[in-house]
């Protein structure tokens, strides 16, 4: 890894690790998602985003290691978490045990998350092609979408299950 792109992974790491300490806080102090299971869901999906970015940072300090095996490894991570969180929201859907108001809200998570997906394939294609500059954009987005999607999470008030 160069220099610049190591100082690049060094400062994201550092930034990713800062703002997964905040969200615990935030995500302690923070209201009614603790008692709502799409508000758990949510709370998973939006760690998830800090950790992808954590990891893909952190793997290539290893040595020997490239950076394209953590965009890889990670990006394969958030793929698992957003399609279970996806598939979390059809079941709930399917055996209607919720109620019209929170169908609105889960079907909003389900589409936000879906694009989680596409970016987190986008980290997966970007390790595989050596795109590190791709890769780096990627991570950045993480990051402020992560941040937004706590501060909506602590702020909102979830339907009644």
């Known amino acids: 890894m160069t220099g610049e792109w190591a100082d690049f992974n060094t400062t994201v790491a550092t930034i990713a690790a800062a703002l997964l300490g905040l969200n615990f806080v935030a ?17 998973v999906t939006t760690l998830t985003e800090f950790l992808v970015v954590l990891m893909t940072t952190l793997i290539p300090i290893l040595p020997t290691v490239s950076w394209r ?28 045990k919720a109620k019209r108001d929170l169908y609105r809200w889960a079907i909003r998570d389900a589409w936000l998350t879906s694009i989680s997906v596409a970016v987190y394939a986008s980290l997966v294609v970007a ?21 937004l999607e706590v501060i909506n999470i602590v702020l909102s008030d979830l339907p009644r299950e």
Do not use: P
């Open 27 to 43: 995500l302690q102090i923070g209201g009614a998602w603790k008692t709502k299971d799409l508000g758990r869901a949510a709370a």
């Open 69 to 96: 095996i953590g965009s890889v490894i990670s990006g394969a991570f958030g793929l698992i978490e957003a399609f279970s969180a996806i598939g979390w929201v059809v079941f709930k859907w399917i055996k209607g």
């Open 127 to 147: 390790g595989a092609l050596n795109a590190h500059l791709a890769a780096g954009a990627i991570l950045l987005w993480l990051l402020f979408s992560g941040t």
